[in-house]
């Protein structure tokens, strides 16, 4: 009976991953361990502060991820769970992560307390998503010099553009709001067999109201060096604070470096920070750059530096983002013509 049973569940999770249509699954906690090899170590992708996550194999060898949080830290991260399984679960885009499954089990178990073993109440709280094999983009970034071309770097930017509009405007039908993010970064962006970005880690993302200006945090959580000023002094939480995340990753896919906000104080620095960025890529193609290539490149960087203004409200939107590339793509297919 049990392989039969588990047969359904690796059809259903199957079926899930080839349709996008098909809704996510509760998922009981054993079987969850049969696909991880009860959580091996030689099955870990990764960690955080949030627990681990391992690799899953289904029974027709397909490859998922299995987020394990740590089931001794409560309260803030049992919130970021609820919080996820509640986003993720009605978002479906090519560039969001594809949440399969969850598993949210209460058990007791015999544990050792000082000296003397005890019944406690244990919770286990799993997420089961699509298997990404080019890990986070974190492990990619890289000087103009080498790593990727600028062509993949591009596509990457576009992606997660693309998601982040998504969530900013495109989803507002299902949940009558626009998703904030607040914690975009490399590491919450995994990559596909193709390089394509996938925006993932819905745990400290939050609905936000068209009627409001803005909202405000009891609590500033992220990531330093990625928070919008206005978040990080002023706990003030509105769409730009994703945008100016953006700008943060787009500069460092270019230049492959971490960006210091300070360098950019004044127009005349930015545009010397442009013109180093494009002489770097020029000697990476050897003198004879493709024009395209080189308009391409200013113009994220522009879109980098003006998603990282201080001023939130000369931050662009989503919107006004994916226009300037659909503008900049347009004009590179007329040039090649």
Known sequence: ???????????????????????????????????????????????????????????????????????????????????????????????????????????????????????????????????????????????????????????????????????????????????????????????DDNMGPKVADFGLSRLFEDTKTHTCATFVSGSLGYMAPEYLIGRIVTTKADVYNLGVIIIEIITGSKVNIFSYSSPASWQDFVECVLGKWRSRLEGAPSETDCKQIKCCLKIGLDCIKFNREERPTSREIIEMLDRLEKHTLLYRQ
């Open 1 to 191: 009976m049990d392989g039969e049973y588990n047969c359904n569940i690796h059809d259903e999770l199957d079926s899930i991953l080839q349709d996008g249509s098909s809704e996510p699954r509760n998922l009981p906690l054993e079987y969850l361990r049969k696909i991880t090899n009860n959580f091996a170590d030689d099955r870990l992708l990764g960690e955080g502060g949030f627990g681990k996550v391992y690799k899953g194999v289904l029974q027709n060898g397909i490859l998922v991820a299995v987020k394990k949080l740590d089931q001794l830290k409560v309260g803030i991260q049992e919130r970021q769970f609820e919080n996820e399984v509640y986003h993720l679960i009605r978002l479906k885009h090519p560039n969001i992560v594809r949440f399969i499954g969850y598993c949210y089990e209460t058990r007791n178990e015999c544990v050792q307390h000082n000296g003397k073993y005890i019944f406690a109440e244990m919770q286990q709280k799993l997420i089961c998503l699509e298997y990404m094999p080019n890990g986070s983009l974190d492990r990619h970034l890289s000087d103009e010099s080498s790593g990727h071309d600028w062509h993949t770097r591009y596509k990457i930017i576009k992606g997660i553009c693309c998601g982040l509009h998504y969530l900013h405007e495109e989803c507002q039908c299902q949940f009558s709001a626009s998703i904030i993010h607040l914690d975009l970064k490399p590491a919450n962006i995994l990559l």
